[in-house]
């Protein structure tokens, strides 16, 4: 008989877990979780925080008992302490009871997930700056939020804008706090987080924009955030800077980036025969690049965790890769995007153009429309689309995932102004805004 061990069970370990026992129902797969629960939806703490969750058990889509009844071995709040990934064993210890023990294993699926960076500044571990990553996060947030009065979010990534959002929807005066001179500043482009900023400014979000923080002084009841260009006092803090791969374990035994994201090639196989990753653990392919990244979605750790389970025995699906195609509400503005922006090819030293359009989103003889800011990103000497960002007082999440498509099927500009867009006036223009931004781009070409 085979037998897997699987270490970390959020999204990448769940969805591996379920794929590996359907594919082989004889096999007996291990399951090890350092924490108490599974499957948790972090993505909903901020919403959670304002109060637009029915019910925090609903943030989890999978159970231990779930796994178990699908034929799994679950060890729950057991920590691996160590792995021989060449040797085929691991050492765990059991964080309820103390005891260790060596388990082997024939296969090996590191899916360990990513932990939140953590600065070396002075203060930081105060009691009054909190994490958002798990769920012990959550109930800490959650608590703090029902009863202060002030908050300071450090970071303006999708989690901290989030989080200031919520914040100060429910009554908690906020201050943003970011090294980066922009909100989102790694998920859009100019043109649209001016209007994220312009947002934050009406519901008196306070920006503290192209800030490093340097220290944090526990002030008893509360904490002063200090940066380069101030300083910012509130009950609480939370840190929200981004994520780094939790592969300690693996360590020298297989191929990584620099950042310790676990190298794997297109059946999620490490460079070590038997060894396989997924998730926030793992790198994808960034298909607008063609080259391995580091991208921690929750995507990206489902789809890779289902792959294992059909490529854990012979090579048979492979992946298709990402273009990290993403999505944020934040008051009445949808934000949606895929693939590079201007910054993100800056940053890469890739030369690209961008083709700006803001048009209504469906007829003017409806009763009530309003304008969609589209920005297309694409590749002047092959004319490929390589990302696309839209914002709108409207849902236009749909358009990231046409712009997805078309990364991913190498469409120029040329092509994705051809495709057939349906048109009805409850939904858009008899030229759809996707397409209307790949007209003007193939002219620019």
Not at 156 to 172: D, M, N, P, R, T
Not at 422 to 440: R, T
Request: hydrophobic share 45%; charged share 20%; glycine share 8%.
């Amino acid at each position: 008989m085979t037998t897997v061990a699987v270490i970390g069970c959020t999204h990448a370990g769940t969805f591996a877990t379920q794929s590996i026992l359907q594919e082989h129902p004889d096999w007996q797969v291990h399951v090890f979780e350092r924490n108490g629960t599974l499957s948790f939806l972090s993505c909903g703490i901020a919403l959670w925080v304002g109060d637009h969750v029915s019910d925090p058990k609903k943030m989890f889509y999978s159970s231990p008992q779930a796994l178990a009844e699908a034929g799994a071995i679950m060890h729950m709040r057991t920590d691996v302490l160590s792995v021989d990934a060449t040797g085929k064993t691991l050492v765990a210890r059991d964080l309820e009871t103390g005891e260790e023990r060596e388990y082997a294993f024939d296969k090996l699926v590191v899916t360990t997930g990513s932990k939140p960076v953590i600065p070396p500044i002075e203060g930081i571990d105060s009691d009054h700056v909190l994490l958002c990553k798990n769920w012990d996060h959550a109930l800490a947030i959650k608590e703090r939020a029902r009863n202060a009065k002030s908050a300071v979010v450090v970071g303006s990534g999708y989690i901290g804008a989030e989080l200031a959002e919520q914040f100060s929807i429910v009554g908690v005066k906020t201050t943003l706090v970011d090294a980066m001179d922009r909100v989102l500043a790694n998920n859009f482009d100019e043109p649209i987080t001016t209007e994220v900023e312009k947002a934050f400014a009406e519901h008196d979000v306070e920006l503290a924009l192209g800030q490093k923080v340097t220290k944090f002084v526990d002030t008893g009841d509360g904490v002063t955030v200090v940066t380069e260009k101030g300083e910012y006092t509130a009950d609480f803090a939370v840190l929200a800077v981004g994520f780094l791969p939790a592969t300690d374990l693996l360590r020298g035994q297989v191929e990584m980036l620099p950042n310790g994201a676990i190298v794997v090639d297109e059946y999620m196989r490490a460079s070590l025969p038997d060894v396989y990753a997924a998730g926030d653990s793992a790198t994808v392919f960034y298909n607008p690049t063609g080259k391995h990244d580091y991208i921690p979605l929750a995507t990206n750790a489902v789809r890779q965790g289902l792959l294992v389970g059909r490529n854990i025995e012979t090579p048979t699906r492979a992946y298709m890769g990402t273009q990290a195609t993403s999505a944020v509400q934040l008051y009445d503005l949808s934000l949606a995007a895929s693939g590079l922006t201007m910054g993100g090819a800056e940053r890469r030293g890739l030369d690209l153009r961008m083709t700006e359009l803001v048009d209504d989103y469906r007829p003017d003889f409806m009763l009530s429309t309003t304008p969609v800011t589209s920005l297309l990103t694409w590749d002047p000497a092959t004319r490929e689309v390589k990302g696309g960002q839209f914002m709108a007082r409207a849902d236009i999440s749909g358009a990231a995932n046409v712009v997805s498509m078309a990364i991913q099927s190498h469409f120029t500009v040329d092509d994705l102004a051809n495709v057939d867009f349906l048109f009805q006036p409850n939904f858009d223009k008899p030229v759809y805004y996707v397409g209307a931004v790949a007209m003007k781009a193939a002219a620019e070409a």
